[in-house]
């Protein structure tokens, strides 16, 4: 999922920027960029999903074409849920936590 994430802005911002874009879309570009670099390696990774989330719905807003961006303001989200896993800089730096679910007492 993290993959597909920064691999989605990366590619994303680097098409919006061959086309000459002004100076205000040209940060938001530069943001994704850093943004799906830094989930690719999985640095960071609930901080980093809640800033996609939170550009993923300001791009679903002010820019075209919604669809995309709420997908990604999606997987952002679950990726600031869920964590990074097992193959990522955030497991290697402070360890691999497993999510357990606990059957319902009755």
């Known amino acids: 999922m993290r993959a597909v994430a920064g691999g989605a802005l990366i590619v994303q911002a680097v098409l919006a920027l061959l086309g000459g874009p002004a100076l205000g879309p040209l940060l938001m570009q530069v943001l994704s960029i850093v943004l799906g670099l830094?989930?690719?390696?999985?640095?960071?990774?609930?901080?980093?999903?809640?800033?996609?989330?939170i550009e993923g719905l300001w791009g679903a807003v002010a820019l075209g074409r919604p669809w995309r961006w709420v997908l990604?303001?999606?997987?952002?989200?679950?990726?600031?849920?869920?964590?990074p896993?097992?193959?990522?800089?955030?497991?290697?730096?402070?360890?691999?936590?497993?999510?357990?679910?606990?059957?319902?007492?009755?």
């Open 85 to 106: 896993g097992a193959w990522s800089v955030d497991s290697w730096l402070f360890g691999w936590r497993r999510l357990e679910i606990r059957d319902r007492k009755r």
């Open 38 to 53: 830094l989930l690719l390696a999985g640095l960071w990774t609930p901080i980093i999903g809640t800033l996609v989330a």
């Open 72 to 83: 990604l303001a999606t997987l952002g989200a679950a990726l600031a849920l869920i964590g």
